[in-house]
């Protein structure tokens, strides 16, 4: 496993979440490809070679792990390992062991199964009383799955190289370090980072991997914490105004731009000004502009979904946004009076608002909401694109709204790499090099192993 705060001189080995506790798996099924060869191995020792279109099926039994091979009852296990035979590894697109049904996208609104194919080595264990299932690899080999599990091996070559370059410097930081205590180094969702195996693979996204082997982007002698998001609608945000932390000299907020931009609309200091920036649509390299909407989803992972990532809306009607504010504030509200504004960061992403309602018995409350990160799960049933939005209210009978209208900005928390700006700026002929530098100020690149 990785160590926080050290630089490695060698290319790490990663062990990757793929079926989490969460999840709730007390089965799997995984299928054996063509080559290379496999062996299944209990915690016992015992040994199984693995044959072409195998079909094993994991499955929780108390305390056990029991394994069926093509309908074939085999022992059972606490712990399962299947591995290549020698130091086979074959890097190609749907190359290496096929898991049926694993959740991508776990807590948003894009949540689905997938069946994914990974290579390297496969661990199964029991963890909470249900299945946990781990991918052991390489991290370069890591690294050329998830930049197209990110985004669509469609993108430029400036695009792909960059974002590894990101992926492998997030990734080597290990500042948060989200699953430690089940034993793991990352896993394989939007909660880290995507890592759907060889599914998507490229061999534009090999190459990428193999252009910045071992490089990633440093501050002083530390790797960058290189936080990334899908878009920011314009302006990037400051770590400390969504992270909760002391400021971070390389996450600081960015016009997503060239130099020359300008917008009569900032800096965001004021209401009127978020609201103008909002209902523009500035020329900005995440903007429609560069990246047309409807060219937009061929550069997409293949689990995100068709929309209007730059600028959306959602309309709640009164019955819905009590209905919703009751739910996820356990508020007693009957009707929702007023949704204020109280605190922004740069980006126009709210970090703190009110919420004045009357309740249930006739009298007048409201509710403080702090942190972009639980005001996006307050006002979506899932989880809202971004906190950087403007509330318009259509007006009802005896001063009660009617309906309350959220138009916003971007996608995703909005601190470090924007993926739709560094497509925009790799369409635009930037380098790889260049688009890092512009989301990450003040950062040096460095190949480390």
């Known amino acids: 496993m990785l160590e926080p705060n050290v630089i490695p001189n060698e290319e790490p080995v990663l062990r990757v979440g793929i079926v989490l506790p969460e999840d709730r798996f007390d089965k799997i099924e995984i ?15 015992h040994e199984e070679l693995l044959k072409k279109n195998d079909i094993l099926e994991f499955e929780m039994d108390e305390s056990v792990i029991s394994l069926t091979v093509n309908d074939r009852d085999m022992v059972q296990s606490t712990k399962w390992r299947i591995e290549p035979v020698g130091s086979d590894c074959i890097m190609a697109n749907k190359a290496g062991l096929k898991l049926k049904g694993v959740v991508a996208g776990r807590g948003f609104h894009w949540v689905k199964k997938i069946d994914v194919y990974l290579p390297g080595t496969i661990e199964l264990r029991i963890v909470d009383n249900v299945l946990l299932v781990s991918n052991i690899l390489p991290i370069e080999h890591y690294l050329m ?44 969702d939007d909660c880290c980072q995507r890592y759907q195996g060889t599914t998507f693979l490229s061999d534009k996204s090999i190459r990428g991997a193999l252009n910045t082997y071992g490089k990633v982007l440093l501050s002083g002698n530390k790797i960058c914490d290189a936080r990334y998001f899908k878009s920011c609608g314009g302006i990037t945000e400051s770590f400390e105004n969504v992270f909760g932390d002391e400021s971070v000299s390389y996450l ?34 995440c903007s429609p502009h560069v990246v047309p909407e409807n060219d937009l989803i061929r550069y997409l992972g293949n689990v995100d979904v068709e929309g209007e990532y730059f600028r959306w809306s959602l309309r709640y009607s009164q019955k819905e946004i009590t209905a919703l504010l009751n739910l996820k504030l356990d508020l007693d509200a009957n009707v929702i009076l007023n949704i204020r504004p109280l605190k922004r960061g740069y980006s126009g992403r709210l970090t703190k608002v009110q919420i004045d309602y009357i309740c249930l018995d006739g009298v007048q409350e409201f509710k403080i909401v702090e942190d972009q990160y639980i005001i996006r799960q307050v006002f979506h049933e899932l989880f809202l694109y971004s906190s950087a939005f403007v509330i318009d209210i259509e007006k009802g009978k005896n001063d009660i709204p009617e309906a309350f209208i959220l138009k916003g900005a971007g996608w995703g928390h909005g601190v470090g790499y924007c ?8 369409l635009k002929g930037y ?11 003040g950062s040096t690149l460095k190949k480390i192993y």
């Open 31 to 45: 299928e054996i490809p063509a080559s290379p060869k496999y062996k299944c191995i209990s915690d016992t020792r």
């Open 145 to 188: 799955c998830v930049a197209t599990s990110e985004m669509s091996a469609e993108c430029p070559t400036a695009l792909i190289e960059s974002q590894t370059i990101v992926a492998r410097s997030w990734m080597l930081a290990n500042i948060e370090m989200k699953h430690v205590d089940i034993g793991l180094d990352v896993c394989n």
């Open 252 to 285: 600081k907020s960015v016009v997503d731009a060239p130099e020359d931009f300008q917008s009569d609309a900032l800096p965001l200091k004021t209401e009127k000004a978020v609201r103008k920036w909002i209902e523009d649509v500035p020329h900005s390299f």
């Open 419 to 426: 993926q739709i700006g560094a497509l925009g700026m790799s």
């Open 431 to 441: 380098s790889a090099e260049e688009i890092v530098f512009h989301y990450y100020p």
